[in-house]
């Protein structure tokens, strides 16, 4: 099976701009979650989608939205950047057919830079 | 509340001896708990899980795991260290208590460097 795919791999945006990244989970996998990375917060979890319904949330500012399609890809959008939403934006997939005890599979994430 | 301590920024071995990664959690009822490896400029790769049973757990590569419940630990082991595992490596708990919400918490993460 494919793993799971993000697009952009790199992104350059200036702030006030917006932006959208895409996740294509594994075939067949109905959650995905999205994770943002940066050296000095670490990992933080931003939201979780399970068959097109938001089934988590992070403690992260409106700006940041997702959704989930059909076809359980997914997009995560970021509006009105700051320089601060520089960082490495991973998708996450999970087939949850073991529940929570699921373990994730990850893409290889969108770098994004904020000038 | 739920969180992962990862004691370590950093831990050093020679090639050969053996390694430990440490974690701690704190989750309100039974803990799902995970390792995984981050390789530079890459995603995260699952290595092993805790669910239930076997308190060791085996895992990708060679590692293990072991929870330890009345510590709240589950540390990264492996007998032989190899300079390929040189890389990020975090823990990460889910709680399964009354307060699960399925957040997938994790650590800060430790740099595991091997020297040859």
């Known amino acids: 099976k494919a793993g799971v795919t993000q697009t952009p791999r790199y992104l350059i945006k200036t702030r006030g701009q917006q932006v959208t990244l895409s996740c294509s989970p594994i075939?067949?996998?109905?959650?995905v979650s999205w994770y943002q990375q940066t050296p000095g917060q670490g990992l933080q979890f931003l939201f979780e989608?399970?068959?097109?319904?938001?089934?988590n949330k992070g403690n992260f500012p409106g700006r940041f939205s997702g959704r989930q399609f059909s076809n359980s890809r997914s997009e995560m959008n970021v509006s009105t950047l700051e320089l601060g939403d520089s960082a490495l934006y991973l998708c996450?997939?999970?087939?949850?057919?073991?529940?929570?005890?699921?373990?994730?599979?990850f893409g290889p994430g969108t770098r994004l830079t904020v000038l | 509340a739920q969180s992962v301590a990862q004691p370590e920024d950093q831990v050093n071995v020679a090639e050969g001896n053996p390694l430990t990664v440490k974690c701690t959690y704190s989750?309100?009822?039974?803990?799902?708990l995970f390792w995984y490896v981050q390789y530079p400029n890459r995603g995260l790769q699952f290595l092993l899980k805790?669910?239930?049973?076997?308190?060791l757990v085996k895992g990708s590569y060679g590692f293990e795991a072991e929870f330890n419940k009345s510590q709240t630990s589950f540390h990264l082991k492996k007998p032989s260290a190899l300079v390929s595992d040189s890389a990020l490596y975090f823990c990460?708990?889910?709680?399964?208590?009354?307060?699960?919400?399925?957040?997938?918490?994790f650590g800060q993460g430790t740099t595991l460097q091997v020297k040859p």
């Open positions: 996450a997939s999970s087939s949850f057919s073991g529940g929570w005890g699921d373990e994730q599979f």
């Open positions: 075939s067949g996998h109905r959650s």
């Open positions: 989608y399970f068959s097109e319904t938001q089934r």
């Open positions: 989750v309100s009822g039974n803990p799902y």
């Open positions: 805790y669910i239930t049973g076997d308190n």
């Open positions: 990460a708990v889910r709680d399964r208590g009354p307060s699960n919400t399925g957040k997938l918490i």
